[in-house]
């Protein structure tokens, strides 16, 4: 009986040091693939004319630049970015002109989605959504 508590003992401590490499594995896998946007510029592009460029300064610093229309003066703004998961965040703020603006970008699936309020007398609210990709 003494040795079949042992031997019990024994597979579980092994079977409990394969299951902790198991995940700290697939934590490293994880964090190799992390996305650098700080620091980085990005290219979106929602359609109907709205293509920009997006530079991250920081967590709460980005430069947007129209690529198309006429005007093409960047504009840089306090954000919030909030990680939802890895490489895919939550990106918020106000502009001057009053415009509220919410990303939700997945670098590493290359996509963006914008929601977009204008304080006009219509309550305009764009739902828009395209590609993002890394600008070297």
């Excluded at 092994?14 to 995940?23: D, F, I, L, P, W």
């Excluded at 610093?61 to 504009?75: F, R, S």
């Amino acid at each position: 009986m003494r040795s079949l508590t042992i031997i019990l003992l024994v597979l579980i401590t092994v079977a409990c040091n394969t299951k902790n490499k198991s995940n700290t594995k697939k934590v490293e896998k994880m964090e190799a693939k992390k996305i650098q946007v700080i620091g980085n510029k990005f290219k979106v592009n929602f359609g109907e004319g709205f293509v920009f460029e997006l530079n991250f300064h920081s967590e709460t610093k980005m430069t947007w630049t129209p690529l198309q229309g006429d005007d093409k003066q960047p504009h840089t703004e306090d954000i919030t970015m909030v990680e939802i998961r890895p490489n895919v965040y939550m990106i918020y703020w106000k502009e001057e002109s009053g415009n509220r603006i919410v990303h939700v970008e997945d670098f590493e699936n290359e996509i963006a989605h914008t929601n977009i309020a204008i304080p006009d007398e219509e309550g305009t609210f764009y739902h828009l959504n395209g590609p993002l990709t890394l600008i070297k």
